[in-house]
């Protein structure tokens, strides 16, 4: 397999390397231990004296939507550094700029329109709640859809008035900047918004333990999830956690079979399934067991493997050779623990694939549900395959994960869609769809998928915290007892 390319750098730098091609694509150096401090420094005095945290909505809002603008005005330029900064197909990349622009768009709309409540009083006295900033909010987001990823934190954590410390992933570090440059062009107050490049045990974990990061929100995988969470817990500060995921992606006899098998293939080899709500497990009613995974097979064995920028691809590289690896390895297990290939299993060869990170669309069957190629997210192309005989059986193997993230159903059955809907433990449930996404909808995981919920309303609120004011009426003054 492909080792990842020696590239002349200082040893201290960050260096993202296009997956496609092997080849450097920027250089960027990294926050050093010391600088943290500076940098915390820098944030805290933007928050205390920018007056962004007390500007009027619609001064905030008008901010937000001059970024948006900003965000679609480079488009191309923005699509092509992500493509190789991390080796999505161009069309993907030019839809996470767009989400990207969405997400201020949205949030510019929440904070303009956001009304406080007026509680009921049981008192001379007059209550409502407000929306106060944390302050330091730090934002830690992974590789796999960067722009989007970053969008998505810092739009709101701004909204709600915060400055905010985003540290991207040390293997895609160049969109990070381009936001933060962004952003201040568009009107957003020096150091409101900065960057701390690095990896996550040095600089991500040197920010979590600060005493003047207020906040946390990290998507990640949940290993990090956890021991984030131990320091926010000892610390008594909130993080929103976005974790793993292992979803299940259920098709039932009655279901439309052709658009079914449509949807699982793109379920979990778009984004070469490096994609948190990854349909990573397929369960079908036994009857049609054989038609649908044959049906899956036959469309990973004919997707079309190819370099990012190519017009016809179907599916790209992966983020790292790294991580290519690892997704092998990962399945050379699952070999060994019984399971047969359908489809793919290899590291493709020739041409691109020789210098680039790919690894084949593949399909694996004859395991349970308890193996590990079953239970551990992969977070690349592999989908696992297995039959069920009924909704009991179904539902025990689909909660049968740590993880909750998400979840797909196929079946021209309303009662049934809602019965096991209901009944299995996922934050997301697409009907007769898949991986449909909006900036106005909740998302976030049950079990260990994570803590909180971003995206919609919810996102504004998870990067504020509520105080409640009462307006005494009483006309006497107060006794000692009352």
């Not at 997956?19 to 420094?41: C, K, S």
């Not at 489809?343 to 694939?353: D, E, H, I, L």
Request: net charge neutral; proline share 7%.
């Amino acid at each position: 397999m492909n080792a990842k390319p020696e590239i002349a750098a200082r040893p201290d730098e960050l260096v993202s390397i296009d997956p496609a091609t092997g080849e450097p694509v920027g250089v960027v150096p990294p926050t050093r231990a010391a600088e943290v401090d500076a940098l915390v420094a820098r944030a805290e005095a933007a928050f205390r004296r920018s007056g962004w945290a007390r500007l009027r909505p619609d001064r905030k809002a008008a901010v937000l939507h001059e970024v948006a603008r900003r965000l679609l005005a480079e488009k191309e330029p923005l699509a092509r550094l992500q493509m190789r900064d991390n080796g999505k197909p161009l069309a993907e990349c030019r839809a996470m700029v767009d989400a990207a622009a969405g997400a201020f768009r949205y949030y510019a709309g929440v904070i303009e329109t956001h009304e406080t409540e007026v509680t009921p009083p049981r008192g001379d006295y007059v209550s409502m709640t407000v929306l106060e900033p944390f302050g330091i909010v730090l934002a830690i987001t992974p590789w796999n859809s960067p722009i989007m990823n970053e969008a998505q934190k810092v739009a709101p954590a701004l909204a709600a008035g915060n400055a905010v410390i985003l540290k991207p992933s040390e293997d895609t570090p160049l969109l990070a900047p381009e936001l933060a440059r962004i952003c201040r062009e568009a009107g957003l107050p020096e150091d409101q918004l900065q960057i701390a490049q690095g990896t996550g045990e040095a600089i991500g974990a040197a920010l979590v333990a600060h005493p003047g990061v207020r906040m946390i929100s990290f998507t990640g995988g949940t290993d990090t999830g956890r021991a984030i969470a131990r320091v926010a817990g000892a610390r008594l500060v909130p993080a929103a956690l976005e974790l793993g995921g292992k979803s299940p992606h259920i098709v039932f006899a009655d279901a439309d079979l052709d658009h079914a098998i449509a949807a699982v293939a793109s379920g979990i080899f778009g984004s070469s399934g490096q994609s948190c709500v990854a349909g990573s497990r397929l369960f079908v009613e036994a009857g049609v067991y054989r038609a649908v995974v044959d049906g899956v097979a036959a469309r990973a064995a004919a997707a079309r493997v190819a370099a990012p920028d190519d017009p016809a691809v179907e599916v790209g590289p992966l983020a790292s050779f790294r991580h290519r690896d690892k997704v092998a390895r990962h399945v050379a297990e699952g070999l060994r623990e019984g399971g047969r290939v359908l489809a793919g299993g290899t590291v493709p060869r020739g041409g691109v694939f020789d210098v680039g990170a790919y690894y084949a669309p593949t399909v694996i069957e004859c395991l349970p549900a308890t193996a590990r190629l079953c239970q551990e997210e992969i977070f690349g192309p592999v989908l696992v395959a297995l039959p069920f005989r009924d909704e009991a059986e179904l539902i025990a193997m689909a909660n049968g994960t740590p993880y909750g993230l998400a979840c797909g159903i196929w079946t021209e059955s309303f009662k049934r869609a809602w019965r096991i809907g209901r009944a299995l433990e996922a934050g997301s449930v697409w009907i007769n769809t898949y991986k449909q996404s909006s900036i106005s909808s909740p998302f976030g995981g049950f079990k260990d998928s994570g803590l909180g919920r971003e995206k919609g309303t919810d996102g504004l609120r998870l990067y504020g915290q509520v105080k409640t004011m009462y307006f005494g009426l009483h006309d006497a003054p107060f006794g000692i007892a009352r």
